[in-house]
Antibody, heavy 126, light 107 residues
Framework: QVQLQESGPGLVKPSQTLSLTCSVT??????????WSWIRQPAGKGLEWIGR???????NYNLSLKSRVAISVDASNNQISLKLDSVTAADTAVYFC??????????????????WGPGTLVTVSS | DIQMTQSPSYVSASVGDRITIACRAS??????LAWYQQKPGKAPKVLIY???TLQSGVPSRFRGSGSGTDFSLTISSLQPEDSAVYYC??????????FGGGTKVEI
């Protein structure tokens, strides 16, 4: 099973750009029908899907964050990256990367996140 | 946006008890529903997808059910290791996804 590990600065100043990387082992970010998502969780709160990138490089973003977020594939390093612009204290959270299983057939369909990184805490503060 | 509302937000139960967590969608989501378990300081772990399909390795005491807008996760015969926060998640509006607010289960 694929393993994921998030990394990046733990502290970002307000108005700056949050940049995180998700390193992938046991699988390739650029092969097959793989979906790679970022999800975040403020302390003591619920989960918020941020967006995904497909192995092709195509992206989908949460409409509430779309104007500030960019997710990309770095095939040479087998990594997924997240950039979130103009951060505020409200962006303080644990950030997870995760893979999705997705199937859409004539009779049934399903989607779920099956592998997750351990998460990395990002604090937005001056 | 499809909103997912879980209830209750907190459950206290004893070992061996049976509990049910509800998840209501703001509109019909067909079978695009998954359940996750999250323990403190850990990433969520998928328990069930497609409303009722148990993920490999998940104990059979976990059961998902429901249809349309109303779904539930039942844990029969609670075990100490079931203490966690449980989340539902819909994918009917794929590529957009939303999670429920979570239910904390204390044993």
């Amino acid at each position: 099973q694929v393993q994921l590990q998030e990394s990046g600065p733990g502290l970002v100043k307000p108005s700056q750009t949050l940049s995180l990387t998700c390193s992938v082992t046991g699988g390739s970010v650029s092969s097959g029908a793989n979906f790679w998502s970022w999800i975040r969780q403020p302390a003591g709160k619920g989960l918020e899907w941020i967006g995904r990138v497909y192995s092709s490089g195509k992206t989908n973003y949460n409409l509430s964050l779309k104007s500030r977020v960019a997710i990309s594939v770095d095939a040479s390093n087998n990594q997924i990256s997240l950039k979130l612009d103009s951060v505020t204290a409200a962006d303080t959270a644990v950030y997870f990367c995760a893979t999705e299983q997705f199937y859409y057939g004539p009779l049934i369909g399903y989607q779920y996140f099956d592998s997750w990184g351990p998460g990395t805490l990002v604090t937005v503060s001056s | 946006d499809i909103q997912m509302t879980q209830s209750p937000s907190y459950v206290s139960a004893s070992v061996g008890d049976r509990i049910t967590i509800a998840c209501r969608a703001s509109e019909g989501i067909s079978n695009w529903l998954a359940w996750y378990q999250q323990k403190p300081g850990k990433a969520p772990k998928v328990l069930i997808y497609g409303i009722s399909t148990l993920q490999s390795g998940v104990p059979s005491r976990f059961r998902g059910s429901g249809s349309g807008t109303d779904f539930s996760l039942t844990i029969s015969s609670l075990q100490p290791e079931d203490s966690a926060v449980y989340y539902c998640q819909q994918a009917h509006s794929f590529p957009q996804l939303t999670f429920g607010g979570g239910t904390k289960v204390e044993i």
